[in-house]
């Protein structure tokens, strides 16, 4: 199922690959990221049992890491929104969660291995863009 919630990279490519969480259950994520009143979306959703959703093309910028607050992160284009130059995943689960299921690890892994097949080598926390968020809160980074 795509995402209504996207728009036109305007000749941009992907160079990152932001990380989330949903901070709430996977189907819960789903029916909000492929709301049309949400105005939020993103490429991939990653369920606990592995499932990966690609709701937005990447040819496509999906609404996911648009809003700028205190960004530790040094590659930002200052006045051009991070959508149209980064890759959203979000993973299911919630910030304080300390226990992640293998198939869901080895799924992320999997995508972002592929993305960086397409050229997308950096993965950054969706904090590095936005400070008020905690994303991707305790997902084991290492393994990525």
């Not at 592995?50 to 992160?73: S, Y």
Request: aromatic fraction near 6%; charged fraction near 15%.
């Amino acid at each position: 199922m795509l995402s209504p919630n996207r728009s036109p990279r305007d000749g941009w490519r992907p160079i990152a690959t932001v990380i989330h969480i949903t901070d709430g259950s996977g189907q819960g994520a789903l029916a909000w990221l492929t709301n049309a009143e949400s105005h939020v979306s993103a490429h991939f959703l990653v369920q606990a049992n592995g499932r990966v959703h690609q709701l937005v093309p990447l040819d496509e910028a999906a609404w996911h890491a648009g809003r700028v607050d205190h960004p530790t992160w040094d590659s930002l284009i200052p006045g051009v929104s991070p959508n149209v130059y980064t890759v959203g995943i979000e993973i299911e689960g919630t910030g304080a969660q300390t226990i992640w299921p293998d198939a869901q690890v080895a799924s992320v892994t999997k995508l972002v291995a592929a993305l960086r097949k397409q050229g997308i080598m950096t993965i950054i926390p969706h904090r590095a863009i936005n400070a008020s968020k905690t994303c991707p809160g305790t997902f084991p980074w290492e393994a990525l």
